[in-house]
């Protein structure tokens, strides 16, 4: 059988020959990947932003918890895992799972404190694209044999109640330093920034590129 199976070659993603569907849902199962180097790597060089910083380091602490427990508990993964050859890795819980439900409730949080760079269009960008992807992540892992519906539920919601928990951590607790952040030699040298005091800080960012465009000591010297 396993003569019948394609990867999707990024991260050998396996689902079965002819089946449209599992192509579609194997690509859903990489979104993690793509909002790790597209989404996080790519803020880094742009935008340079605390808030997605302590965002993406709260991704990585909460897959090191999965990696923690998995170890811990060591439940197989299901029987499926013969012809996907991953049974040598633990299933409970899902870090697919945790990592997209995690990133859907921090970028929830972040939207209704109107935190967000996009924060016009971010609630129609949640109820279109981040929590349907988010499930559509948990089904594929179940559709494709990866897991089991429990283990996809269990890493769907501990990645909820540790996506609240470290937005509560970074907004409640750590806020408090971004300034110090900002005036440290790190934020200066790389032009580290908060800008989640600002009610839409994408708006504050085009009036003043706009009004910059009116003074000379602002204009590039080619």
Not at 59 to 86: G, H, W, Y
Not at 118 to 147: C, D, E, K
Not at 148 to 168: K, P, R
Request: net charge positive.
């Amino acid at each position: 059988m396993s003569n019948q199976l394609r990867a999707v070659t990024l991260t050998h993603v396996r689902y079965f020959k002819g089946d449209r569907l599992g192509h579609f849902l194997a690509w859903i199962s990489l979104v993690p990947v793509f909002i790790s180097l597209g989404g996080f790597v790519s803020h880094f060089l742009f935008r340079r932003e605390l808030q997605g910083m302590f965002f993406a380091l709260g991704i990585i602490i909460s897959q090191f918890i999965n990696d923690v427990i998995k170890t811990s508990v060591q439940q197989a993964r299901p029987e499926t895992c013969i012809m996907l050859e991953m049974c040598d890795s633990h299933g409970w819980p899902s870090s697919h799972s945790q990592y997209m439900f995690f990133f859907a409730t921090y970028f929830t949080l972040l939207t209704h404190k109107k935190m967000g760079i996009l924060f016009r269009n971010q609630m129609l960008l949640l109820g279109l694209v981040i929590w349907p992807l988010a499930l559509l992540t948990l089904y594929s892992r179940v559709y494709l044999g990866y897991h089991t519906v429990a283990q996809v539920f269990a890493g769907a919601g501990l990645g909820v109640f540790l996506g609240g928990f470290w937005f509560w951590v970074v907004n409640s607790l750590l806020r408090g330093v971004f300034p110090v952040i900002e005036e440290s030699l790190f934020g200066r040298w790389f032009y580290v920034k908060d800008t989640s005091h600002i009610p839409n800080s994408l708006k504050f960012e085009y009036d003043n590129a706009r009004a910059a465009r009116r003074h000379s000591s602002y204009k590039r010297v080619d």
